[in-house]
């Protein structure tokens, strides 16, 4: 896998998140469009999850979600993530306010207590008109439920290496997302991602002969 075009992938989305983004759960859940980033929730080959009681989460990742969702009480699950790198991380469902307006909630923490990411139910009637014209169009034949409005913290550094300067996202667990890498590869191909796609063709036919 080109981890440089995942990363162009990673970037988007966290711009989109940082706009308001939505995460949202559809009947027969349709293929992807091509070069959409995976949406979140989509378990990844050797991601593990469990289970847990609040008590079992770090002292630091209960003091953090009890903060944020305003009191143990409103804590609902606790899912403890792991993926095959050993990072960990815990994602704390909520609910904010109560009874009939209660509004569903969810929080990803490093194991430190550091908070990565937020998700806030909302309506698809509050949702940008441009999301609605981009998901009936990759769609057309879809039902849309359950928008979430998603907010992912990172912190934006300046590198400087060899005199060039490089903008670097790094989100609380370490995970570093180079802008710069995208414009390097999109340089060097003038094609990005089409320019393999125009190389395979060509492969075949020298086998052929």
Not at 38 to 53: A, F, L, N, R, S
């Amino acid at each position: 896998m080109d981890t440089r075009k995942l990363t162009v992938g990673l970037v988007s989305l966290a711009l989109l998140a940082g706009a308001g983004a939505w995460a949202f759960a559809q009947p027969g859940q349709p293929p992807q469009p091509a070069g959409q980033a995976q949406p979140k929730g989509e378990e990844k080959e050797g991601d593990e999850e469990e289970v847990i009681t609040l008590d079992k989460a770090p002292e630091a990742v209960r003091a953090a979600a009890i903060k944020l969702a305003g009191d143990a009480k409103n804590i609902t699950k606790v899912i403890k993530e792991e993926d095959d790198e050993d990072n960990v991380q815990y994602e704390v469902e909520y609910t904010e306010g109560g009874g009939v307006n209660a509004i569903k909630c969810a929080a990803i923490f490093s194991a430190a207590g550091d908070l990565i990411e937020t998700e806030k139910a909302t309506a698809e009637a509050k949702l940008p008109a441009a999301v609605m014209a981009a998901l009936k169009k990759d769609y057309p034949k879809a039902t849309f439920a359950n928008p979430q409005a998603v907010t992912r913290m990172f912190y934006e550094i300046e590198v400087t290496i060899d005199g060039k300067k490089h903008e670097v996202k790094v989100d609380a667990s370490g995970n570093i997302e180079d802008e710069s890498q995208g414009d390097d590869e999109k340089g060097e191909h003038g094609k990005g991602e089409d320019h393999e796609k125009d190389e395979k063709p060509e492969g075949k036919k020298d086998k052929k002969d």
